[in-house]
């Protein structure tokens, strides 16, 4: 699953760019005083540059990343990067919020257990680069990660991005579009990449629901969530209302579907 910027309909003009990195397209879009800037420019280096080194510490798909040395014993934590005790505490508390839905820690295809905290990656990943774009004065972002979205605007009353949310079933629309000015929205789903989310628990495929979109603050925590409660299947919408000031719509294999307000003063 994944969602994107819509492209604007009024205000100012969006420089666009996208590179492939960490198994993904990673897209930017800029508007504002350094949208064609070489500032502008060196920020999205540096962003991908960033990226590029988290797939050399966390990528399971490499036999020589720092993630797959550390779990088949070669490195002690002590011996790895700072960041990845960081990540790997992120998915022990993410473990104990979802009541163990969630996990960095899942069956592989032979049934031993792994070290993959890929749930906790990408959207911390991608938060934690977007520091670069936040440091461009008088100019707006919007960067994705396969689809899951950090966004900024400079101006608090400025124009919002408007983030579509793919249709799990229908891949080519939308199921809804919303607002987002300085926010994180993450989809979690099979449509794209089939069942590749298990729960935890079981390490069984996920049944009794279609996707889960979260909006929040952090990328980090709305990316988490939306796999967490996706991992919970027909559960997904009762685990997300106890979430607080985060807000989700949930798509149920018939179509229909949940809306959750978690913020504070908003009546469920």
């Given at each position: 699953m994944s969602t994107a910027p819509i492209e604007q309909q009024a205000g100012k003009p969006v420089r666009r760019r996208v590179e492939h990195v960490m198994g993904m397209p990673i897209s930017l879009a800029l508007r504002g005083r350094h949208a064609s800037s070489a500032e502008g420019g060196d920020a999205w280096q540096a962003v991908i540059e960033q990226l590029r080194e988290v797939d050399r510490v966390f990528s399971t798909y490499r036999e020589d990343s720092i993630i797959r040395r550390l779990d088949r014993g070669e490195l002690r934590l002590a011996e790895?990067?700072?960041?990845?005790?960081?990540?790997?505490?992120?998915?022990?508390?993410?473990?104990?919020?979802?009541?163990?839905?969630?996990?960095?820690?899942?069956?592989?295809?032979?049934?031993?257990?792994?070290?993959?905290?890929s749930g906790v990656v990408k959207g911390w990943a991608a938060e934690r680069a977007s520091q670069f774009l936040a440091e461009l004065d008088d100019t707006d972002f919007c960067l994705s990660a396969g689809g899951d979205i950090v966004c900024h605007t400079a101006d608090t009353d400025g124009l919002p991005w408007r983030i579509g949310i793919e249709h799990p079933h229908n891949p080519k629309s939308l199921i809804a579009v919303v607002p987002v000015r300085s926010g994180a929205v993450a989809t979690s789903g099979s449509a794209h990449r089939g069942q590749h989310i298990v729960d935890a628990r079981t390490g069984q495929p996920v049944e009794g629901v279609a996707s889960v979109t979260v909006i929040g603050r952090s990328l980090t925590w709305a990316d988490?969530?939306?796999?967490?409660?996706?991992?919970?299947?027909?559960?997904?919408?009762?685990?997300?209302?106890a979430r607080p000031d985060r807000i989700a719509l949930v798509v149920w294999p018939d179509a229909t579907t949940t809306l959750i307000d978690g913020r504070p003063g908003v009546r469920r």
């Open positions: 790895c990067p700072a960041e990845v005790a960081k990540v790997l505490d992120l998915g022990r508390v993410a473990e104990q919020l979802s009541d163990g839905a969630f996990s960095i820690v899942l069956p592989d295809g032979d049934g031993n257990r792994r070290l993959d905290p988490i969530d939306a796999t967490a409660a996706y991992a919970h299947g027909p559960l997904a919408a009762a685990w997300l209302q």
